[in-house]
């Protein structure tokens, strides 16, 4: 066995972007490290890579653009939704460029933005629903009270006037010279006091997609105000999680707060991100909280070093069972892109949870994809790009992971090789993974990759995908 891990380490680089050999590696390598006494021992199998669409160089633009691709499954074909706009709260509502496959992936040709309305979660009743993103909101024309008026007397609980802000709940600070200030939702302005979501219906049999606004009953919403150089704008709450059903039939979906937030356990404000879910028993139209995790930091096994528990999913297995993998990186608080990634795990349908673990050093977009074979593959990322798979019906045993994007310094692929590399052009991607099912033991994963030649051999900014075939022995 040793021969063989030794082969594989020696090749990885070789054969980088040779299909054939690298797909009979990958292969090998998750066959012989997953095993486990009371488990089965699943093979990963990667396939080649496919270009979806390729933009600028990193040279040009580094970061935002060309990235965080989002995959819909939508049964005669699948599109994907490519980020191209500027990467910052005042524009994730930004329209993408879409793409579509009618082969699984395997060639695609960019469709109208109008296919959003098409995407999303299918209803048992034939309805499909819609998260689409949106923009923050401009304050610039808004009051905001001076932090010199904060005396011992000033009143919390007062609702603020129309136009105008009052003293935040609390306030933190990061990189870029960026001031964030936490607020209840019940104390501002009536015009901002909404806990809902956008959402996009499409009615069972139609084609039409309707905009509507979920209720969300979210105790302690709590809003985030970014001021930076004299602009102030409110963070949309928008759940950056996929939504999917549930063994009830419900609507679950995952999100999390704001930078900062008012714990519910104690009314206090904490600093850091809390990682959310949120259960729909109307088909949508309402939801309301089924878990509520804070980021437990004690400066030991959760250092204070971190941006809290923010982007998360989760999923149901066969025992009944939920596990729940949660980022908790964020360079925004700490200037530090990566940090370890938890996991927890449920046996109530999501009512508590364990105390969360550390899963793997790293992780800043866990995915999960249940296949109807019976696996559940997990993919995350930054720096580097891992998928691993379950080898218990639980979920409480995971496959060593599979590399499919190093983790070390990938700068020297990129056009004009820096002298020293930043983060960014060190991992040459954004790596936010996705992944979907395309049959009952296949997922397309999509990524980016900053430096992936074009005909001509210039290394430009390209959304990918890649087959990832479950096999059992």
């Known amino acids: 066995m040793p021969d063989i891990r030794f082969i594989f380490e020696s090749m990885k680089t070789i054969c980088r972007y040779a299909g054939s050999i690298s797909l009979i590696l990958t292969a090998v390598s998750a066959a012989v490290s997953c095993g ?3 488990t089965y021992t699943p093979a990963i199998i990667l396939g080649e890579e496919t270009v979806i669409v390729q933009g600028m160089t990193a040279e040009e633009n580094l970061w935002g653009p060309y990235q965080f691709p989002r995959p819909y499954n939508l049964g005669d074909r699948l599109v994907v939704a490519v980020h191209v706009a500027p990467d910052d709260i005042s524009s994730f509502g930004e329209a993408n460029r879409w793409f579509e496959s009618y082969d699984k992936g395997r060639t695609w040709r960019e469709t109208d933005p109008s296919v959003a309305s098409e995407c999303g979660l299918l209803l048992p009743d034939g309805d499909r629903i819609y998260f689409p993103m949106e923009n923050g909101i401009s304050l610039d024309a808004y009051e905001f009270e ?4 904060n005396t011992p007397d000033y009143d919390y609980s007062e609702k603020a006037a129309p136009g105008k802000m009052p003293l935040p709940d609390g306030m933190s600070f990061q990189m870029w010279g960026i001031q964030v200030n936490a607020y209840r939702t019940e104390r501002l302005p009536e015009e901002l006091d909404r806990s809902e979501w956008l959402m996009l219906r499409t009615p069972a049999g139609g ?9 969300v009953d979210w105790p302690y919403l709590t809003r985030v105000v970014h001021i930076q150089d004299g602009h102030k704008v409110l963070k949309p709450i928008f759940p950056r999680g996929n939504p999917k059903l549930g063994p009830d039939g419900a609507v679950w ?3 999390f707060s704001g930078e900062g937030h008012i714990n519910p356990e104690n009314g206090l404000y904490s600093p850091y991100y809390s990682a959310e ?3 729909s028993e109307d088909g949508g139209r309402t939801f309301s909280q089924r878990s509520h995790l804070e980021y ?3 400066g030991k096994m959760y250092p204070y070093s971190s941006g809290g528990f923010s982007d998360s999913d989760f999923e149901f297995f066969p025992d009944g069972s939920m596990v729940w993998f949660l980022r908790s990186n964020w360079y925004g608080n700490t200037g530090k892109e990566w940090h370890p990634m938890y996991m927890t795990r449920s046996e109530d349908m999501g009512k508590t949870w364990s105390a969360p673990v550390e899963f793997a050093p790293c992780g800043t977009l866990p995915r999960l994809c249940r296949l109807d074979c019976g696996a559940t593959l997990l993919c995350y990322a930054r720096p580097g790009t891992f998928i691993s798979v379950s080898t218990d019906k639980g979920g409480r045993h995971w496959s060593k992971p599979v590399e499919v994007m190093t983790a070390g310094d990938r700068s020297g692929l990129s056009n004009n090789p820096p002298e020293k590399p930043s983060f960014s052009q ?6 936010n993974p996705e992944m979907i099912a395309i049959d009952d033991s296949t997922a397309l994963l999509f990524y980016s990759d900053f430096y992936y030649p074009d005909s001509t051999g210039v290394k430009r ?3 990918l995908c890649r087959r990832v075939t479950v096999r059992s022995h």
């Open 146 to 149: 001076d932090q010199q008026y």
């Open 426 to 431: 060190w991992a040459g991607s954004c790596n």
């Open 296 to 298: 437990p930091a004690d």
């Open 461 to 463: 900014k390209t959304v």
């Open 36 to 38: 486990d006494a009371d």
């Open 207 to 215: 084609t039409e997609a309707v905009r509507e606004y979920a209720k």
């Open 277 to 279: 879910i949120f259960r």
């Open 253 to 255: 979906i995952a999100c």
